[in-house]
């Protein structure tokens, strides 16, 4: 039952206020009510259980584990749960008391000590993690010094080789044991503190208005709470930080862990730690402005989207005015080249046109055979009738036979010849693009085949 008021508790806090760290106590949007009160209890009897569990299994691993004999083998005291040699424990691991009452056995000349002794070892920062903290008089006499090789920080190269030594990066990376950028790795001395030379560490209190926060400037919250006096906000980037900067309150940032990548530890930020008394107000700007940015967001986004459409809208109009152009230029040009032949083709009609007229009047009295034509043969007919008398009347009816006969062939060879020479006209109105001296030619071949001489 008080799971399930719990939970209904729980669900009822707003989603939308940040969650609070006070004093230890990690509370939903700093909820004092029964509900909360009823969900933490809970949690605490199920930690107490728990705990109780744990303890239950090892004191039976541990009664289990007495009943094993001696390992009779070395390595076998590695990892074993009963019995351990102090030259198989690592560097962080001490058999601590070392009194000689309580060891077990010797194997091969080294004493065997219980497992329960061996306690381990931790540098000043690690135990400020843990809550506890290095007893002044011990900080100068630390239960064992080990040496940390650092590496030297990796220098950017373009991936081009030296000149002269074939190595990427330099010279400094054909000499063993240098990095890229030609430093040594460094060597750290570190000092290790056993847990009984540290006491419990004090939560710091905020005093005046001041938050406490260490040498770099923030507030550890690694396994620790947040300073008495202050509430830890919990938030996603920097958007709290600089909403406190923008009131003025007190605030620091929350250490809340480290991110390892590639050997390098970097420190990782969760919100912020501020007074208790600016809590509420902080959580209310924080609001506001996380609906300020999202509106303004919202707007740089529908922006973004208008200006897109709008540059998609430009470019089909200006697509479709250069094709109605180009089709503009198309049809004038069809138009200007149908003028151009229909002139040409006219001049050559009208060329060919009086050259057939020039043809027709010739093949008529007075022209190209107008030497020969009717009326000048009538006329000698009849002065060869008044000169030669009767005696020549045979032959003047001969000649008047023969003159009919003359001029109706005469006749109709130009009737032939103008009906040639309109057929040459209707072809050369046809086909403009022949020339002058084309249809000239043509021309007289058609009066040479008609036998007709042109004069």
Avoid at 116 to 130: C, D, F, M, T
Avoid at 255 to 265: E, M, P, S, T
Avoid at 405 to 423: D, E, N, Q, W
């Amino acid at each position: 039952q008080e799971r399930v008021e719990g939970e209904a508790a729980r669900s009822q806090t707003a989603p939308s206020e940040v969650p609070l760290h006070v004093g230890g106590e990690q509370r939903e949007g700093g909820g004092g009510n029964i509900g909360s009160a009823v969900a933490d209890d809970a949690k605490e009897k199920e930690a107490t259980l728990k705990e109780k569990m744990e303890a239950a299994d090892e004191a039976e691993q541990t009664r289990i584990a007495a009943k094993e004999p001696l390992p009779k083998r070395k390595n076998a005291f590695r990892g074993h749960p009963q019995y351990a040699l102090e030259s198989q424990l690592s560097r962080y691991e001490a058999i601590w008391p070392k009194d000689p009452k309580s060891r077990v056995a010797l194997f091969e000349g080294e004493a065997v000590w219980p497992r329960s002794l061996v306690k381990q070892l931790h540098s000043a920062e690690r135990w400020s993690a843990e809550m506890r903290k290095v007893r002044d008089r011990e900080v100068t006499q630390p239960f064992r010094l080990i040496s940390i090789k650092k590496p030297p920080p990796m220098q950017q190269h373009r991936g081009r080789y030296a000149q002269g030594t074939g190595q990427l990066g330099g010279a400094a990376s054909a000499a063993g044991g240098r990095s890229a950028g030609g430093g040594d790795a460094t060597v750290k001395m570190v000092a290790l503190y056993g847990e009984w030379q540290t006491e419990a560490l004090e939560i710091p209190e905020a005093k005046d208005g001041t938050i406490p926060v260490n040498e770099r400037g923030n507030v550890d919250l690694i396994g620790k709470p947040p300073p008495k006096g202050t509430v830890h906000l919990k938030c996603e980037g920097n958007s709290l930080l600089r909403v406190t900067k923008k009131l003025g309150v007190p605030s620091a940032p929350a250490l809340v862990g480290f991110d390892y990548k590639r050997g390098r530890a970097t420190p990782r930020f969760g919100g912020v730690v501020v007074l208790s008394a600016d809590a509420e107000k902080v959580q209310k700007a924080h609001k506001e402005d996380e609906e300020r940015r999202a509106r303004n967001a919202l707007l740089r986004e529908r922006e973004e989207a208008a200006k897109l459409w709008r540059g998609l809208m430009k470019q089909l109009l200006l697509q479709r005015y250069l094709k109605t152009l180009e089709e503009q230029r198309e049809a004038e040009r069809e138009r200007k080249r149908k003028r151009e032949e229909g002139g040409a083709g006219g001049r050559r009609r009208a060329l060919l046109a009086s050259q057939t007229s020039s043809a027709r009047s010739q093949s008529g009295p007075g022209g190209m055979f107008s030497k020969f034509s009717l009326d000048e043969l009538k006329i000698r007919i009849e002065r060869g009738r008044g000169e030669g008398g009767e005696e020549h009347e045979g032959a003047s009816s001969a000649t008047a036979a023969a003159s009919a006969s003359s001029s109706s062939a005469l006749t109709r060879i130009g009737g032939m010849g103008v009906a040639s020479l309109h057929l040459d006209a209707q072809r050369e109105g046809d086909n403009a693009g022949e020339t002058e001296q084309e249809d000239e030619e043509e021309r007289r071949k058609r009066l040479e085949k008609l036998g007709i001489e042109e004069i």
